[in-house]
């Protein structure tokens, strides 16, 4: 999955805050496991999956 | 000569052991429903739609017939609805499932 799909499925944007994106992942996540399939419900999943490692490359700053 | 008595303690045994399956097969029944954890679905949406991922979006089977297929787009849209915190970019992949879906049923499912 790359990161601009990840950013599509979850609806949120390159600015978008970490804490907004686990919000809408919530949201998504939670509407799914009770109305949607389980294959939407892993899609929401793996697109956080993919910003939260992508979020957490920057964070990390300088590599030592 | 001591048979009888061995007899006697096997068939206790048995008994005894018969009570402890019937109590782990009652709470076991009893159990409060946990979330099934399955493992999820890897990567992203396929490049093209196909009949099996849009069957696996809207929850159905590959054979489900149009009034399935409606409902289930209905029930599946209404969780993932642009104006109720849904992303467009699913919207649009559900309703795209939706076309594939009845798409096919239409001509028979058969691409010859």
Redesign the interface.
């Known amino acids: ?2 990161e601009q ?2 950013r ?4 949120v944007t390159e600015e978008t805050s970490w804490e907004e994106i686990m919000k ?1 992942y919530d ?2 996540f939670e ?17 956080k999956e993919c910003l939260e490692a992508a979020h957490q490359g920057k964070g990390e700053g300088t590599p030592t | 000569m001591s048979t009888p008595f061995l007899a006697g303690l096997a068939i206790a045994g048995a008994a005894l052991a018969g009570k402890y399956v019937i109590q782990a097969w009652q709470s076991f029944k009893a159990r409060p429903p946990k ?1 099934r954890l ?1 493992k ?6 396929q490049p093209k739609m196909t009949r099996r ?1 849009s069957a ?4 159905i089977r590959e054979n489900a017939g149009t009034e399935k297929v409606k409902e ?1 787009h209905r ?2 849209m ?3 609805h ?1 104006d109720a ?6 919207a649009s ?2 309703n795209e499932a939706k076309d594939v879906m009845l798409g096919k049923t239409k001509d028979g499912g058969s691409a010859f």
């Open positions: 999955m790359t799909e990840a599509q499925i979850l609806g809408k949201t998504l509407r799914n496991s009770k109305n949607g399939s389980f294959y939407i419900q892993s899609k929401v999943h793996r697109a | 979330p399955r999820f679905y890897d990567g992203g949406f991922e696996l979006i809207l929850g289930a029930r599946v209404v969780a993932n642009p915190g849904g992303s467009h970019y699913l992949k559900i």
